[in-house]
């Protein structure tokens, strides 16, 4: 059921939106809570059924054929914000060697791989392929890639206007040398300045206890 509905949503996103769009922002929430309320208020054959046929995980399992569609349509755009629907890893990964994103300026993206269960290899990955990227996006002022559930939440901010980037979230994580060197390359290009590098946790616990929902607790808008 899930890749027939990722398949209209690659069709809406890649044929059905007006050429002269500007400015996309979709935002795909699901209740994990409630997810689990559910399945423990029903009969566990039918409960089974239900999340076999649907999506069975309680994080929402991206696809690729969705994450390429964004890619492309990205290139006619100046804002794609994009919570829970794309995979950022699938985004850069569908970024052609020959695209230039001559006018975005503003990028959000989600990414279930920015976990602490997950490996410090598996998210400096993708925070060195963002960057790598960001070297085809002359205009680009910010970047997010970010990820939020229940009792943890990370965000990974670049901001131009600073020649910044700035790890925040529940939990530590070191950049890697690579990371360091490919947002490097983006700062020396396009901010002609030195990168800056921050961390922070001060909105964190607020961004936990309200839902993920709360994106603006994020400070991504800062």
């Given at each position: ?162 020649s910044s980037i700035t790890w925040r979230g529940t939990w530590e994580l070191r950049l890697s ?46």
């Amino acid at each position: 059921m899930q890749a027939a509905v990722d398949n209209e949503y690659h069709k809406l996103v890649t044929s059905h939106l007006p050429m002269n769009l500007k400015k996309v922002s979709v935002f795909e929430d699901f209740n994990e809570t409630l997810l689990s309320i559910f399945e423990n208020s029903v009969n566990p054959s039918i409960a089974d059924f239900l999340f076999d046929e649907m999506n069975p995980d309680r994080v929402r399992v991206t696809s690729r054929q969705v994450a390429e569609g964004f890619a492309a349509r990205s290139l006619g755009l100046e804002q794609l914000s994009v919570a829970f629907m794309v995979e950022a890893q699938y985004f850069m990964d569908a970024a052609k060697k020959n695209w230039t994103w001559h006018e975005l300026r503003s990028l959000s993206l989600t990414s279930r791989l920015m976990s602490r269960e997950s490996s410090s290899q598996v998210i400096s990955r993708l925070l060195r392929d963002a960057g790598a990227v960001a070297l085809r996006m002359p205009k680009l002022e910010t970047m997010n890639i970010w990820n939020g559930a229940q009792g943890e939440a990370c965000a990974f901010m670049y901001r131009q206007k600073d020649s910044s980037i700035t790890w925040r979230g529940t939990w530590e994580l070191r950049l890697s040398h690579d990371v360091l060197q490919s947002w490097k390359k983006v700062v020396a290009r396009f901010a002609r300045d030195e990168l800056r590098v921050r961390h922070s946790t001060a909105w964190v616990r607020d961004f936990v206890s309200r839902g993920r929902d709360s994106s603006f607790g994020f400070g991504l808008c800062d």
